[in-house]
């Protein structure tokens, strides 16, 4: 099953075309890495799936249903998200932080919900701290809690390791490839990282100035340009190298 499928999507801004007419489809139960250089459209998708940013064009189907504005907070529910770029209320602490966020996912017995998330996160050491004075790795930590708090059908991750040590981005890692292989989940990942995107991604799809370069099974894209490093595929179609 298709639990997200774009079809033809455009975004113009300001006479420039962020996106041109971008086809793929996110699957059940699998992660597809959206690749790509800063400007060439990963996080305007993103944006788009959830909302903050209209299209000038094109369709999104989420489990096979049209989206449009009378159902798009329906579907918002299934959903979540996490970007290093959009941090949660650094005033706030963490306790406060994902308590809101879980009324605001409409999430059914909030008290037992919230108490999974903190055994599962081990975060009751970090409940009483405002969101602003934690760690990377900490606020890593918090923002996966936010953003599993719903049990969410499908995560959007913009970049997630992205300004992260390598022992924080090593647990990332390593948290969303147990995840995934633990629960239904389909998960839409952009990344500039290579060896991080072979690693995760079932499928992968390269954006270049907005526009799909490639798109299929990970293996497949790399057997079709003879590499055995996603790193050499991004090179070749870059020409950096």
């Given at each position: 099953m298709k639990k997200i499928e774009v079809k033809n999507l455009t975004k113009i801004f300001n006479g420039k075309l962020a996106i041109n007419q971008i086809n793929f489809s996110l699957k059940e139960n699998s992660i597809l890495g959206v690749l790509g250089p800063n400007g060439s459209g990963k996080s305007t998708t993103i944006g788009i799936l959830l909302g903050l940013i209209k299209q000038t064009s094109g369709e999104i189907y989420i489990n096979d249903t049209y989206i449009n504005k009378k159902n798009r907070f329906k579907f918002l529910n299934i959903m979540n998200f996490a970007s290093p770029y959009t941090e949660l209320p650094k005033r706030l602490s963490v306790i406060e932080n994902l308590s809101i966020y879980a009324r605001l996912y409409n999430v059914k017995n909030i008290?037992?919900?919230?108490?999974?998330?903190?055994?599962?996160?081990?975060?009751?050491?970090?409940?009483?701290?405002?969101?602003?004075?934690?760690?990377?790795?900490?606020?890593?930590?918090?923002?996966?809690?936010?953003?599993?708090?719903?049990?969410?059908?499908?995560?959007?991750?913009?970049?997630?390791?992205a300004s992260l040590d390598p022992v924080v981005a090593d647990y990332l890692k390593t948290f969303i490839y147990k995840y995934k292989k633990k629960n239904n989940i389909s998960i839409l990942l952009s990344s500039h990282n290579m060896q991080e995107a072979q690693t995760l991604c079932d499928n992968i799809m390269i954006l270049?100035?907005?526009?799909?370069?490639?798109?299929?099974?990970?293996?497949l894209v790399l057997d079709k340009y003879k590499k055995k490093k996603l790193e050499d595929v991004y090179f070749k179609i870059f020409g950096e190298k």
């Open positions: 008290k037992d919900r919230l108490e999974e998330i903190y055994d599962y996160f081990e975060l009751y050491d970090l409940l009483g701290k405002k969101t602003g004075e934690l760690s990377s790795g900490q606020k890593t930590k918090v923002a996966l809690a936010k953003a599993l708090i719903n049990k969410p059908q499908i995560l959007l991750l913009d970049e997630p390791t270049k100035k907005g526009e799909v370069v490639e798109l299929g099974q990970t293996n």
